[in-house]
């Protein structure tokens, strides 16, 4: 049975008790209150990937609501990615009304963000690749509307030290992400595919400077397809409706690896 039937029918009830039960519980409707009691017992690496995968999503539509609202304005742009993710997601009818159900719960002004963050890091414990796609599918929200305002940096990262980031890993997450934006617009363009500026967003998006060695390269390229491994990610708690969100991550990293790879003339 997936997560979403487990959690329809009350089978992971124990596992998301909390700030994120809660949520979840008023977004589809559902009462978790069973074998909450005894959560205090359960190790944070025993949970079910059921579990950690509802966590997760619901985690992720609150807290990009909260992400689209803090700079005062939740911007068409912000609502489109939103919609976006929950298409490209191919939600059924119950889980798209879940999503923005829980997406307008985190517009509200007194949605405890910091508790839903930091009990998301709990329940993902040691596993730092599923916590940094939660955090890059934040910083596309934030980055929808093509302008990153200060409140919405601050946010991310508080965000960002919350789930035990740190500043700098922080700030080079937003600077690739950013550049898979420009890099993602201009390959979709049919620019001339070695032009100097989409050469130099392919070396943003692989975080890495036009001087690196090929070593080099081909370390970061390995080091980031193996973070974003959409298999991986799944087995480590991302919800498998996702695996498509990691799938265009991954082949935007090929991408821009390809193209510093032929400007180069590497041919392995």
Same mark, same amino acid.
């Given at each position: 049975?997936? @997560? @979403?039937?487990?959690?329809?029918? !009350?089978?992971?009830?124990?596992?998301?008790?909390?700030?994120?039960? +809660?949520?979840?519980?008023?977004?589809?409707?559902?009462?978790?209150?069973?074998?909450? %009691?005894?959560?205090?017992?359960?190790? %944070?690496?025993?949970?079910?990937?059921?579990?950690?995968?509802?966590?997760?999503?619901?985690?992720?539509?609150?807290?990009?609501?909260?992400?689209?609202?803090?700079? !005062?304005?939740?911007?068409?742009?912000?609502?489109?990615?939103? *919609?976006?993710?929950? &298409? #490209?997601?191919?939600?059924?009818?119950?889980?798209?009304?879940?999503? *923005? +159900?829980?997406?307008?719960? !985190?517009? &509200?002004?007194?949605?405890?963000?910091?508790?839903?963050?930091? *009990?998301?890091?709990?329940?993902?414990?040691? #596993?730092?690749?599923?916590?940094?796609? /939660?955090?890059?599918?934040?910083? +596309?929200?934030?980055?929808?509307?093509?302008?990153?305002?200060?409140?919405?940096?601050?946010?991310? =990262?508080?965000?960002?030290?919350?789930?035990? /980031?740190?500043?700098?890993?922080?700030?080079?997450?937003?600077?690739?992400?950013? &550049? $898979?934006?420009?890099?993602?617009?201009?390959?979709?363009?049919?620019? $001339?595919?070695?032009? &100097?500026?989409?050469?130099?967003?392919?070396?943003?998006? =692989?975080?890495?400077?036009?001087?690196?060695?090929? $070593?080099?390269?081909?370390?970061?390229?390995?080091?980031?397809?193996? *973070?974003?491994?959409?298999?991986?990610?799944?087995?480590?708690?991302?919800?498998?409706?996702?695996?498509?969100?990691?799938?265009?991550?991954?082949?935007?990293?090929?991408?821009?690896?390809?193209?510093?790879? $032929?400007?180069?003339?590497?041919?392995?």
């Amino acid at each position: 049975m997936s @997560w @979403w039937g487990k959690v329809i029918g !009350g089978a992971v009830g124990f596992a998301v008790s909390g700030p994120i039960g +809660a949520l979840l519980g008023a977004a589809i409707g559902h009462s978790f209150d069973k074998g909450v %009691s005894g959560i205090e017992a359960t190790a %944070s690496d025993e949970l079910s990937t059921e579990s950690i995968q509802a966590a997760f999503f619901t985690a992720t539509f609150s807290i990009m609501g909260r992400i689209a609202k803090s700079d !005062g304005i939740v911007s068409q742009s912000e609502i489109n990615v939103a *919609q976006a993710t929950m &298409a #490209r997601m191919q939600l059924n009818s119950e889980q798209q009304q879940a999503a *923005q +159900a829980l997406f307008n719960k !985190g517009k &509200a002004s007194d949605f405890d963000y910091q508790a839903v963050a930091k *009990q998301l890091r709990k329940e993902c414990v040691r #596993r730092t690749n599923l916590l940094q796609m /939660f955090l890059e599918i934040q910083i +596309a929200t934030a980055l929808a509307d093509g302008e990153l305002h200060n409140s919405e940096q601050s946010l991310l =990262l508080e965000l960002a030290e919350i789930l035990g /980031f740190k500043r700098a890993q922080f700030e080079q997450l937003l600077a690739m992400a950013a &550049a $898979q934006q420009r890099f993602t617009g201009h390959h979709g363009a049919h620019e $001339q595919q070695n032009s &100097a500026s989409q050469l130099e967003e392919a070396y943003d998006v =692989l975080g890495l400077d036009k001087n690196c060695s090929d $070593q080099e390269l081909k370390r970061a390229y390995r080091r980031l397809m193996s *973070q974003h491994h959409p298999d991986k990610l799944v087995a480590k708690g991302l919800p498998e409706e996702m695996m498509k969100l990691a799938t265009e991550k991954t082949q935007q990293i090929k991408d821009a690896y390809d193209i510093v790879k $032929q400007n180069r003339n590497i041919k392995r």
